[in-house]
């Protein structure tokens, strides 16, 4: 028997059999994830999130041109790999390794801070 599968054993056992939500698996150290789309899904919106954070802070903060998107890139990447590496503990094999993971939903990701990153700038500019 494999370990994830003897994670998903004890975890079955500890939560008495119940099904717990995608987002509290996902704010929980180790969760065990039944369906490999469920985790992507996660990972996919967390990246999402930090676009918005991160694209909201350097529109008030100016940081502009190459050196605020290779920030942009090197913490959205690192976040998110700390997070499945590190807080999660997942198999990055089982979902086709560690660099599958960590582009997932990053495009997406780049042109929602784009978006808002610009948005915040000329809100802050117009007043």
């Not at 059999?17 to 995608?22: E, I, Y």
């Amino acid at each position: 028997m494999t370990s994830s599968s003897k994670r998903r054993e004890e975890l079955h056992a500890v939560n008495g059999g119940l099904k717990q939500s995608t987002w509290s698996k996902a704010v929980r150290c180790k969760a065990v994830w039944d369906e490999k789309d469920e985790f992507l899904d996660v990972v996919y919106w967390f990246r999402q999130i930090i676009a918005v954070i991160l694209g909201v802070i350097w529109g008030v903060a100016p940081l502009k041109g190459f050196l605020g998107i290779a920030i942009f890139c090197v913490i959205n990447a690192g976040v998110l790999y700390v997070y499945f590496s590190s807080f999660q503990q997942v198999d990055e094999e089982e979902y086709g390794g560690t660099w599958e993971l960590t582009k997932e939903g990053f495009m997406t990701s780049f042109a929602l801070f784009l978006q808002f990153r610009f948005k915040s700038d000329t809100a802050c500019c117009v007043v």
